[in-house]
């Protein structure tokens, strides 16, 4: 194992936040595309640039909430959020730096500090490899990369609401198991797939999983295998599952394999997250004995920094609108596309109406400006490369749904994002160029814990997965 | 309101539905409002106030036409569904009543021969004859029975459609609906069985004896009030559009029977009049052509884009009443949980008369034993003031051992401990601390499979029904619960 160092313990402080509600992702896949599917299949299976346009089309967020959040305390409350940085040594050329967010619950107010008592519920992580390289010169030079970035799910702290995770992986078991018990003709005492139960545990899903196109592209995959070998008659059914979800680009890691979860773990004697609270300050600080030198809280002072009330500035959630939606999608991407750029801070407007920007277009008919931004690491002269990088991602991902090469066909959709990987999410949009119908939608982004669109909050929106694969293969027959 | 909610409405009026103020739709039945929910939650119109409110969690709409073309029947069109079962059942029961007071009437001048073709029966028939077709068409029903027999008086059946469509211009064909009379076949085969006897003789129809000349006669009355008994085939109706192509269908079904029905009305309108039964509104179906367009005025939601329940699960929903039949639910616990509270009525009656359970408050604790397992016999409870708990003693009579149920004060139950042989406890049943007895396995099950007590208990009663949870399912024999999560076991 390699070597974990607590580099700094920085705590913050957030602002009040409406009451969130869950909203998974989800595939909506037009009538057309299913036949443009039976088609390639038939011609010998899907290929790669047709999975991403029909993914780019039809992945989305559910338009309809499902049950508000069930959070520790409220979300009107200005809630203190903390990050670790750890250094891992890897080698004498490559050095990781490992960071976990979180926010934190619970403990009591004192005059001499934290209390130890106070938990700290891990949110993010992410980790940033520091490797030595020469440059053409031969000069050494210092490369930087984000070399992943996860987010936790966890269920429900108060109420013991049933949730499920729905990470892509999660639907290939949930039809893989459903599959085997059809087969024994027992599937109606079928009950789902009991890794994904977040009652039971702590998971971890990839960043990209928040991405709905990313969602949509992992399930049209697996559908692809399927249909192709039900149309070949090669393999089974189960074997084309499983062979699908276990491909690298679907598997998701284990808690075990992240190095500060690992420590914990070995130090404490915990390998099992079965109603996992979090971690309290005093257990960390046992196990990482520099915590108290490392620690600067000097942040979470309410009185350092003004309060915004988003409760007063934004629009509640809540409601089945496109718009809601739209904007919840928006503040998740950018939580995904900052960290696979490699910003923690990015403000930006962007458009697709073409009479905003006077008449020429760029490439993809989008325009998008950026303001004020910050790099993931500390000294970063090519931060401006990381932003570039961001807006060409944001337009990729978002705008491809609403563009088409016709302006007459396309839907208009004006956005003004204040994005924070730590902190709040600000959105605001408008339809049609109707700046009227403005709206603004905060999102606090500490809480994807909870909110995250790989967690239904209610078993349909498993169930509904699960049945539109297994309906598609019964489909083509 | 949009084009597209105008249209549900319609609709909905249509098949017996009312849409509240409040947007909320209900059933009406008789003079009845009943409360349409699925999966607990109250159906609603998707109108924009509705739909804009900050309050659209808990509520379920109501928007078929955005069904995907994969799905097989969502939970909305198994309520569209029994809706129109319902409304075109209790409109066929009306009728013969009143054709036989229009037969008794006096013969009117301008009544053409296909008139009094109608009427001919209805007026040879005794009063008694008629009196008895209430009673048949009493035991109509929209939904096959409990025990699988068929007693429906009408089901549109809608299947997937194959090839190209032979009557509307040769398109793909996605669904097809055609209607099937399950009584009227029935009917129809009695009377073929019993050919040549007399009038009162009787006939078995389905477990209950009938007149031979009642039966005849409904026979007649479905012939002349729904033609389409004879050639359903002429009823069907296909959607060559793959949007909204399930609603489509089965709407253009419902309308040719709804118009037959209603023709025979317009035939008696001044008659049907004076009853207040009034025609079938059919204004709304030439509308139904722009539906493939019309349904994008409200995204796809829930419960109507795809089913989230399999087709093979769908009929152990046991329909009793009407309440029931519209509270849909998406997954199949249901019925096992009225399972369960069958076994324990009966338990508490096996326990009357063994161990005489107490049942009440006595010191602020309820001593109202908790459902127990089949196979544990009450023996007696005890209150422990000191854990705030109490403890009922049973016995289990497979492995003829101690049980205890341990209960909080207000008579939760929170564990079942058996661990504890009898031979050795059962003189000091005080000192069975709750969570000692617990063996390893189950605690593993309490780590690994995170199966609420009632699940664990379903599990018990119905044999490891639920084994693809991967947990060991049949051991220990004992319930878990949510307090032995704060233990975390190593």
């Known amino acids: 194992m390699a070597d974990i160092v607590l580099r700094d313990v920085t705590m913050g402080i957030g602002n009040p936040n409406h009451v969130h509600f869950h909203r998974h992702n989800q595939l909506n896949l037009a009538d057309q595309n299913v036949d443009l599917m039976i088609q390639e299949v038939n011609r010998g299976g899907l290929v790669e640039s047709m999975i991403n346009d029909i993914a780019g089309q039809s992945g989305g967020l559910s338009v309809q909430p499902r049950g508000a959040v069930e959070i520790e305390d409220t979300f009107n409350m200005r809630r203190g959020l903390c990050r670790l940085r750890f250094s891992v040594m890897v080698n004498a050329l490559k050095e990781v730096e490992l960071i976990v967010l979180g926010y934190l619950a619970g403990g009591e107010a004192r005059e001499d500090g934290i209390d130890p008592a106070t938990r700290f519920v891990p949110v993010r992580t992410w980790s940033i490899d520091i490797t030595s390289v020469n440059d053409m010169t031969g000069m050494p030079d210092v490369r930087q990369t984000v070399n992943n970035s996860a987010q936790f799910l966890l269920g429900d702290p108060n109420t013991g609401k049933k949730l499920r995770s729905m990470r892509p992986i999660d639907i290939g078991n949930e039809v893989l198991g459903y599959i085997s018990t059809e087969q024994e003709g027992r599937q109606a005492g079928y009950v789902g797939n009991a890794t994904a139960d977040l009652s039971n545990s702590l998971l971890i899903s990839k960043t990209q999983n928040m991405d709905s196109t990313h969602y949509a592209k992992q399930l049209l995959k697996i559908a692809g295998n399927v249909m192709h070998d039900d149309v070949t008659g090669g393999m089974g059914i189960e074997d084309s599952i499983s062979g699908s979800i276990y491909a690298n680009s679907m598997a998701e890691q284990l808690v075990s394999d992240n190095e500060f979860f690992r420590a914990m773990a070995v130090a404490t004697g915990t390998w099992h997250y079965k109603g996992f609270e979090g971690f309290s300050l005093g257990e960390i600080a046992s196990v990482f004995e520099n915590f108290t030198d490392v620690l600067d809280d000097r942040m979470l002072d309410a009185n350092l920094f003004d309060e915004v009330d988003n409760v007063a500035m934004s629009s509640a959630y809540g409601a089945t609108t496109i718009i809601e939606s739209t904007a919840k999608e928006i503040a998740f991407l950018c939580a995904d596309l900052a960290i696979r750029a490699g910003l923690t801070h990015v403000v930006f407007a962007a458009t697709n109406d073409v009479a905003e920007f006077g008449g020429f277009m760029e490439e993809e008919g989008v325009k998008l400006v950026s303001g004020e931004f910050m790099s993931i690491s500390d000294q970063d002269p090519y931060a401006i490369n990381r932003l570039e990088r961001f807006k060409q991602l944001f337009k990729d991902k978002f705008y491809t749904k609403f563009n088409s090469g016709y302006e007459h066909q396309r839907t208009i959709v004006n956005i003004a994002v204040t994005c924070s990987l730590f902190g709040e999410t600000s959105v605001e949009l408008f339809f049609n160029g109707d700046i009227q119908t403005k709206q603004n939608y905060t999102n606090a982004t500490y809480y994807i814990c909870r909110t995250s669109p790989n967690i239904a909050g209610t078993e349909t929106g498993v169930s509904d997965a699960v049945n539109f694969l297994n309906n598609l293969r019964e489909y083509i027959n | ?490």
């Open chain 2, 1 to 490: 309101m949009n084009d597209l909610n105008k249209l549900y409405k319609a609709i909905l009026m249509a098949i017996g539905g009312i849409v509240k103020p409040n947007s909320q739709v209900v059933l009406s039945v008789g003079n009845k409002e009943i409360d349409i929910r699925v999966d607990g939650m109250y159906l609603y119109l998707p109108v924009t106030e509705v739909l804009e409110s900050t309050e659209t969690s808990d509520k379920v709409f109501f928007h078929p036409g955005c069904e995907h073309i994969t799905s097989k029947e969502t939970e909305i069109f198994k309520i569209i569904r029994r809706m129109v079962g319902i409304r075109l059942l209790e409109l066929f029961k009306k009728y013969p009543v009143v054709l036989a007071s229009i037969a008794a009437g006096k013969e009117k001048r301008n009544w053409n021969q296909n008139i009094l073709n109608i009427l001919e029966p209805l007026k040879e028939a005794k009063k008694k004859t008629v009196d008895e077709l209430e009673g048949i068409m009493a035991r109509f029903t929209v939904e096959i029975d409990d025990n699988g027999v068929d007693t429906r008086f009408i089901h549109l059946k809608v299947s997937k459609g194959a090839g190209r469509s032979q009557t509307s211009g040769g398109g793909k064909v996605y669904h097809k609906t055609k209607p099937v009379f399950p009584m009227y076949s029935e009917i129809i085969k009695r009377l073929s069985q019993s050919e040549g006897q007399a009038d009162n003789q009787t006939v078995e129809l389905n477990g209950v004896s009938v007149s031979r000349g009642a039966l005849k006669l409904l026979a007649h009355l479905f012939q002349v009030i729904i033609p389409a008994v004879t050639d359903p085939e002429s009823a069907s109706y296909e959607s060559t559009n793959s949007a909204a192509s399930r609603m489509i269908s089965y709407f253009g079904c419902f309308e040719q029977i709804a118009e037959q029905m209603n023709r025979i009305q317009n035939m008696f309108r001044g008659d049907f009049d004076k009853l207040g039964i009034y025609p079938i509104d059919l204004s709304w179906t030439e509308q139904m052509e722009e539906l493939p367009t019309l349904y994008r005025q409200v995204p796809s939601l829930e419960y109507n884009t795809h089913n989230t329940q399999d087709e093979a699960a769908e009929n152990t929903n046991a329909m009793n009443g009407m309440a029931n039949m519209f509270s849909v639910t998406s997954n199949n616990q249901q019925p096992a949980v009225q399972q369960h509270h069958q076994l324990q009525q009966q338990q508490v009656a096996n326990g009357q008369q063994l161990g005489m359970p107490v049942t009440g408050v006595i010191d602020g604790f309820v001593v109202t034993p908790p459902p127990m397992i089949t196979g544990d016999r009450y023996i007696r409870y005890e209150i422990d003031h000191y854990a705030n708990q109490v403890r009922h003693y049973a016995l289990n009579t497979l492995t003829n051992s101690q049980v205890v149920y341990v209960c909080t004060r207000a008579g939760t139950m929170l564990q079942r401990n058996d661990s504890v042989p009898n031979n050795q406890t059962s003189g000091i049943p005080g000192l069975t601390m709750p969570g000692i007895g617990m063996n390893p396995m189950m605690a593993m099950m309490g780590m690994g499979g995170g199966l609420t007590p009632q699940q664990l208990m379903m599990m018990q009663l119905t044999g490891g029904m639920m084994q693809p949870q991967a947990t060991p399912a049949s051991s220990g024999g004992s319930v878990i619960t949510g307090n032995q999560f704060d233990n975390p076991v190593y």
